[in-house]
């Protein structure tokens, strides 16, 4: 489905995508210990609403035969960010 991975042997592929989200997750890490609070509550809700939408991107793309992502294993580590970001979302709307 990855149009970059979609040529690719699924382990080398499973590799590379496996590593691209290492900066990711360093850029995410580095913004929230920042001390600026405005920019770390803009993250929150970036992340969150990522989260939702990646899960929405998952549900809908669920019957494409090129999908390989349906394992439970998968499927629970999406849909669960998925609500647990909608909670986060809510809760922080209380704050």
Do not use: E
């Not at 809700?45 to 549900?59: E, M, P, Q, R, T």
């Amino acid at each position: 489905m990855f149009v970059i991975l979609k040529d690719l042997d699924d382990d080398v592929a499973y590799k590379v995508f496996a590593l691209v989200h290492i900066p990711l997750y360093f850029i995410v890490i580095f913004i929230l210990v920042q001390a600026d609070t405005s920019s770390v509550i803009l993250l929150k809700y970036v992340i969150n609403i990522f989260l939702i939408g990646h899960a929405s991107i998952h549900y809908f793309f669920r019957r494409n035969p090129n999908n390989r992502f349906i394992s439970l294993f998968s499927n629970a580590i999406i849909y669960s960010l998925a609500v647990l970001a909608a909670v986060h979302i809510a809760l922080m709307g209380f704050s």
